[in-house]
Nanobody
Framework: QLQLVESGGGLVQPGGSLRLSCAAS????????IGWFRQAPGEEREGVSCISTRGYNIHYADSVEGRFTISRDNAKNTVYLQMDSLKPEDTAVYYC????????????????????WGQGTQVTVSS
């Protein structure tokens, strides 16, 4: 059974940190690029960060560059998103997704390029 399961979301104060995890099963994890996407209420889903199959290529949205760090552990079939210096505008449901395109294409085409999606985890940044 194919699954992507996100965890690590929660409520954090501005300036705080969270680490999201995306655990995969049921498919050849190390042959897929993985991306983190987010969707705030009333907004379109957007690509946050994407990482290639072995982690050599990484893409970040301008809004998170320098604050978020994506990484993957293929031995554990898991991708991580370390989020530091969080801002209220980072509040959203965060999803991970798998696809076979380049990291730039995957991140910039959330509606068409991902093949598999997780169920999402809520991140709320508020004082």
């Amino acid at each position: 059974q194919l699954q992507l399961v996100e965890s690590g979301g929660g409520l954090v104060q501005p300036g705080g940190s969270l680490r999201l995890s995306c655990a995969a099963s049921g498919f050849n994890f190390d042959t897929y690029a993985i991306g983190w996407f987010r969707q705030a209420p009333g907004e379109e889903r957007e690509g946050v960060s994407c990482i290639s199959t072995r982690g050599y290529n990484i893409h970040y949205a301008d809004s998170v560059e320098g604050r978020f760090t994506i990484s993957r552990d293929n031995a554990k079939n898991t991708v991580y998103l370390q989020m530091d210096s969080l801002k209220p505008e980072d509040t959203a449901v965060y999803y991970c997704a798998a696809g076979t395109h380049t990291v730039q294409s995957l991140c910039r085409n959330p509606l068409t390029y991902p093949d598999y999606w997780g169920q999402g985890t809520q991140v709320t940044v508020s004082s």
